[in-house]
C-alpha cells in the first residue's frame, strides 16, 4: 500500500503539471522517473515507450501505466494511471457540464488550429519518403468516401498492406525488460481486450452507443492523442450523438489543460449524458482507457518475443502512415467544412495556427486566447 501511495503521489504532480501532449509527458516521465528517483534503467524506459508507440492507445498514458507496472505490480500501475489522469479528468467532466456560446465557439476555432498543427507535424515525421506520402493520400480520400468505422479500420488495414509490399523491414533493437506480471494475469488482460473488443464492434453493442464508439477507439488509435479524433468523429458526430460545435469546443479545451487527451472523453460522457454528468463521465474515461491500458498487461511480459519480428514492426508503420490520412480527411470534413462560418472565424483560426507553427506561443496560451476573443 506504501508503494501504491508513492506512485500516485508521484503521478498526481505530474497530472497537475505536464502541459505539452505525449511527447511533452514522456519527456517529464523520463526527467521524474529515470534520471531523478531512478525507478527503472534509461534501458527499460526506451523498451516502455517503444512498446507504448506501436500499439493502440495514448502512448503517454500507456508509458505511465507500464512505470507504475514497473515499480508496484499491477496496483502500482493503477495508481500511477488514476493519479496522472485524475486531475484533467475532473475539469473535462466539469466543462461537460457547462455550455457557454461564445466560449464554444473560440475554443471550436482553436481546435481546428491544434488538428492542422498536429497533422502538419506528423506529416514531417511520419511520411518520409514518397511511398509514405501515397499511402497517406490513399487512406485520406478512402476515409473522405467510405463512411463510418468501416472506413477508419479498412483504411488502416490498407495502410498495414500497403506498407508490407512498399517499405523496407526495420531493425529493430534486442532489449529486454522485466515486468512482476504472470503469463496468467497477462493472458487474462488479453483475453478481456477482445471480449470487450468484440462487443464493441458486435451486436451486442447498440447502434450509435457512446461506450461502444469509445471503446473501439481506445482500441484502434495509434499515437494516441489528436489521432483519436477521427475515430470519435465518425462514431458520435455522423450518429447524432453530439454536434459538431459541441465535440470541437470539448476538444479545444483538452489542449489548455495538463494530463492526458484521452480525458476528452469525459467531456463527452458528461455533454451526451447530462442528466447522470459525473458518471458518465467516469464511464467514458474508462470505456477510452480501458483496451490501451490492457494490451500494455497483455504484451509487455512478451515484448522480447515481439520484437523478433520485424515484419510486424513494418506493418504498424504503415497504419502510423495511415493515420496521417485519416486525420486529414476529418481536418477537411467536418472540422474546415462546418467549423469555418465566416472570414472572423478563418482569421482567427489562420493567426492560431501561425502561433503554434511558431514553436514560441504554447498550445494552452493559444486555447485561451481564442476562447476569450
Not at 158 to 169: E, R, S
Not at 292 to 315: C, E, K, N
Amino acid at each position: 500500500m506504501h508503494r501504491a501511495l508513492e506512485i500516485f503521489w508521484a503521478f498526481l504532480r505530474l497530472g497537475l503539471i505536464a502541459f505539452g501532449g505525449p511527447i511533452a509527458h514522456l519527456v517529464f516521465f523520463r526527467r521524474w522517473f529515470v534520471e531523478e528517483r531512478r525507478w527503472l534503467s534509461d534501458t527499460a524506459y526506451t523498451q516502455i515507450v517503444a512498446l507504448a508507440q506501436v500499439i493502440p492507445g495514448p502512448a503517454s498514458s500507456q508509458a505511465g501505466f507500464a512505470i507504475g507496472l514497473h515499480r508496484g505490480g499491477l496496483t502500482g500501475g493503477i495508481a500511477a494511471w488514476i493519479g496522472f489522469t485524475l486531475p484533467a479528468a475532473v475539469i473535462m467532466i466539469g466543462l461537460g457540464t457547462v455550455y457557454t456560446q461564445g466560449l464554444v465557439s473560440g475554443l471550436k476555432l482553436a481546435a481546428i488550429a491544434v488538428v492542422a498543427h498536429a497533422l502538419y507535424g506528423m506529416a514531417r515525421s511520419i511520411c518520409l519518403d514518397w511511398q509514405r506520402g501515397a499511402i497517406a493520400v490513399v487512406c485520406a480520400i478512402g476515409a473522405s468516401f467510405i463512411p463510418g468505422i468501416l472506413g477508419q479500420i479498412s483504411m488502416l488495414a490498407l495502410g498495414a498492406v500497403a506498407a508490407l509490399i512498399l517499405l523496407k523491414p526495420a531493425a529493430i533493437p534486442q532489449e529486454a525488460i522485466k515486468i512482476p506480471i504472470s503469463r496468467n494475469v497477462s493472458l487474462t488482460a488479453l483475453a478481456i481486450f477482445l471480449i470487450g473488443f468484440l462487443l464493441a464492434l458486435g451486436p451486442l453493442a447498440n447502434d450509435g452507443s457512446l461506450w461502444s464508439v469509445l471503446f473501439q477507439s481506445g482500441a484502434l488509435v495509434f499515437g494516441g492523442g489528436h489521432v483519436v479524433l477521427p475515430l470519435l468523429e465518425s462514431g458520435l458526430i455522423t450518429t447524432g450523438l453530439i454536434d459538431t460545435e459541441r465535440f470541437l469546443a470539448g476538444y479545444g479545451a483538452a489542449q489548455a489543460i495538463p494530463g492526458p487527451l484521452f480525458t476528452f472523453a469525459g467531456y463527452l460522457g458528461a455533454q451526451i449524458h447530462p442528466e447522470i454528468a459525473a458518471l458518465s463521465g467516469l464511464l467514458a474515461l474508462i470505456c477510452i482507457f480501458a483496451p490501451g491500458l490492457l494490451l500494455v498487461v497483455a504484451l509487455l511480459p512478451f515484448w522480447q518475443r515481439l520484437t523478433d519480428y520485424p515484419r510486424a514492426q513494418q506493418a504498424l508503420t504503415g497504419i502510423n502512415v495511415a493515420v496521417v490520412g485519416l486525420l486529414a480527411a476529418v481536418l477537411i470534413n467536418p472540422l474546415l467544412y462546418q467549423g469555418i462560418g465566416d472570414w472572423k472565424d478563418a482569421t482567427v483560426t489562420l493567426l492560431a495556427l501561425i502561433a503554434l507553427l511558431s514553436g514560441r506561443v504554447p498550445v494552452y496560451l493559444v486555447v485561451i486566447v481564442c476562447a476569450a476573443i
